[in-house]
């Protein structure tokens, strides 16, 4: 995605969106408002809705209008009251759709937590970092900056949690990683605070499945400053969680497309082969067919 295209998808979603119960009530989100303040390049778009259920409803909503690409609805994960949809005008880009939360887990033990509807607010408490906690109101590009930390944050060059660190880890398995991918990727320093607690945390990097733990470290294995990563991943004393996940990518085991994103490289020769392999089964069937129909009128 192009920085321009990104302009231009806000545009139109703000014209889409006016007069309808979604006025107001779109907002940008996450990392391209991040990156929109850093002058950076924007890698996707994503919006959260402040309606119950909101990115689901307005995915859908822009399916009933005609307004997204292709026949198919979007793709919507029910339980996490979450959707990825692209529009017409924009069909090579995906915007993921999503409802404002609150704190989801009602039982710790739940691997599969339902999202709770919350305010921007709460929201920006369940984000992983600060300076990922910044909203942008679709209609009249209002910046919001709800832990008033992420815009100071993003100037002095901080890496720490929108909530009490202690909280904000235990959400989610990947977001160590993720601190230290950032903090490395930009060249900032990981507030104090929030280095004790990731080394009292480390436990909650066994509950991450293979496809997320093994996503998040080639991510990290693409960075020019990557032996940086590792250091603050020994210092902390991850490496015994990652290791086996390292090995795996070495020895081959999983692979993943950095470009395109989150799923495995699929070998396509293979693919060929089998199709190539269909295609001359059929034309033999087809061969057959017509011999026999041949011998049968000669008698």
């Known amino acids: 995605m192009t920085n321009e295209s990104y302009n231009l998808i806000c545009k139109a979603l703000a014209e889409i969106i006016k007069g309808s119960e979604f006025e107001g009530h779109v907002f940008l989100v996450g990392g391209c408002v991040r990156d929109e303040i850093m002058h950076t390049k924007i890698h996707d778009i994503d919006i959260a809705v402040t309606l119950p259920n909101g990115g689901v409803r307005f995915a859908l909503w822009l399916y ?21 949809v692209r529009l017409k005008q924009f ?16 039982f710790e033990e739940d691997p599969k937590p339902e999202e709770h509807f919350g305010t921007i607010e709460e929201d920006a408490l ?18 919001l900056d709800p832990t ?3 815009l100071h944050d993003i100037e002095n060059h901080i890496i720490r949690t929108p909530n009490i660190p202690d909280i904000s880890l235990r959400d989610n398995a990947m ?12 060249e900032w320093e990981i507030s104090l605070e929030l280095l004790e607690s ?4 480390l436990d909650i990097m066994s509950e991450a499945t293979v496809r997320r733990m093994t996503n998040e470290l080639f991510s990290i294995l693409q960075l020019k400053k990557k032996e940086r990563a590792f250091k603050l991943i020994k210092s902390i004393g991850a490496m015994p969680y990652i290791e086996p996940y390292l090995k795996m990518i070495q020895e081959g085991t999983v692979s993943m497309n950095i470009s395109k994103g989150k799923k495995p490289q699929k070998k396509r020769r293979k ?8 295609k001359k089964h059929r034309s033999s069937n087809s061969n057959k067919k017509k011999n026999l129909q041949a011998e049968s009128n000669n008698k």
Do not use: W
């Open 126 to 143: 369940c984000r992983d970092l600060t300076i990922n906690s910044l909203f942008k109101n679709i209609s009249t590009n209002e910046l």
């Open 175 to 186: 977001h160590i990683l993720r601190c230290i991918r950032f903090a490395v990727k930009f």
């Open 271 to 278: 693919k060929g082969v089998e199709k190539e392999g269909r």
């Open 198 to 201: 990731m080394k009292k945390n």
């Open 148 to 150: 008033g930390l992420a």
């Open 64 to 84: 009933k209008k005609r307004l997204t690409a292709g026949k198919r609805p979007p793709l919507v994960f029910e339980h996490f009251a979450t959707a990825k």
């Open 91 to 106: 069909p090579k880009e995906v915007i993921d759709c999503v409802q404002t939360r609150k704190n989801r887990y009602v």
